[in-house]
């Protein structure tokens, strides 16, 4: 079922002209993403910048008045209690810092299960989903985080799906993005759907972004491997360094990016020269290198982190790939030191 299916089955008494949207803070939220998203809102509601709420609206969310502090130091208030979750169209949690104990209280999971129960979607904002997925309310739904985070969630929650190489995911009930400026994106998708695309081109014009991305859109990063233009090899890619310990099979691979293993060879072989076995191998061995360079672990204990159960096996194909065995290369990074 799509988002706006389960606005007309759950919105009993909105309006049906406006696209409305509440936000839930957490404590170190990440400003920019709050920012970008709420202004994207904004400047698609009318005409001319005025800042009316003609064809959208929005509240901040909280348990209290008190203001919430974000990363960056700016505080911010909210705007209304915690009123019946189906009066909004969407619930936005706005994550930050991880580090941050406890963002948000037991009055806040209590509000975002009632809006799950009441069928109102609901969107992880950059860290955002880790607070909806602490919850318990992101069993069944894929979840997009920045890669930054990716291994991090992976730890916290084993048994959930998760990916990082695209901008944000609309999961049926659920929405999560990687935050900074892909939540002008999300928000300009959800502008297009709800409103029109004229008012998406309007806000998108004024916020100075050329144009929308699409969730299909791959998330911007310095990548362990060289870059290639098809959108298709970068996804492949990333998940192999996602799972340089090894643990990503050729065929799963395949599925991740829709291609048949066969179809997969054939666009490797084609855009970057290679199999996806030799890709996925020197993924792994450019992570060796940067451990032995910028780490003091063990040969073994490299060996095993990228997925090789014994030193000599590991040493054999490291010196293939570059040429030296990761002691030679070792000694001589310590030698420019």
């Not at 809006?115 to 992101?138: E, H, Q, V, Y």
């Not at 998940?239 to 060879?265: D, K, Y």
């Not at 996925?280 to 780490?295: C, D, G, I, K, N």
Request: hydrophobic share 40%; charged share 25%; with cysteine.
């Amino acid at each position: 079922m799509r988002p706006e299916d389960y606005r007309q089955a759950g919105a009993v008494g909105k309006s049906a002209s406006r696209l409305k949207v509440g936000f839930v803070l957490a404590r170190s939220f990440t400003l920019s993403a709050f920012a970008l998203f709420v202004d994207t809102l904004r400047l698609a509601s009318d005409e001319h910048d005025r800042s009316g709420r003609v064809m959208a609206d929005w509240q901040v969310l909280g348990s209290t008045r008190h203001l919430i502090a974000s990363s960056c130091g700016v505080h911010v208030a909210p705007t209304s209690d915690f009123v019946d979750p189906a009066r909004f169209d969407y619930i936005v949690v706005v994550g930050g810092l991880l580090t941050a104990r406890d963002p948000v209280d037991h009055d806040t999971i209590r509000f975002l299960k009632r809006a799950d129960a009441a069928k109102i979607p609901l969107i992880g904002l950059c860290t955002g989903s880790f607070i909806l997925a602490d919850a318990g309310l992101m069993a069944a739904h894929e979840t997009c985080v920045s890669w930054l985070h990716y291994r991090e969630f992976r730890e916290r929650f084993p048994d959930l799906a998760v990916r990082s190489d695209r901008i944000f995911n609309l999961d049926r009930q659920r929405g999560s993005c990687a935050g900074g400026s892909s939540a002008a994106d999300m928000a300009a998708t959800l502008v297009r759907r709800y409103i029109s695309r004229e008012a998406e081109r309007n806000a998108l014009e004024v916020l100075q972004i050329e144009k929308a991305r699409s969730a299909g859109d791959i998330q911007p990063r310095r990548p362990l491997h060289d870059d290639y233009e098809d959108n298709r090899v970068k996804a492949a890619m990333i998940l192999m360094e996602q799972h340089v310990e090894g643990g990503m099979t050729i065929p799963r691979l395949a599925t991740s990016v829709r291609l048949s293993r066969r179809q997969l060879e054939r666009l490797f072989l084609e855009k970057a020269g290679m199999s996806p076995a030799k890709a996925y191998t020197r993924v792994r061995m450019e992570r060796a290198r940067a451990l032995l360079v910028q780490s003091k672990a063990s040969l073994i204990e490299i060996a095993l982190d990228v997925g090789y159960e014994n030193a000599s096996h590991f040493t054999r194909t490291f010196k293939r790939i570059f040429g030296q065995t990761p002691t030679q290369l070792r000694a001589s990074a310590l030698g420019f030191q």
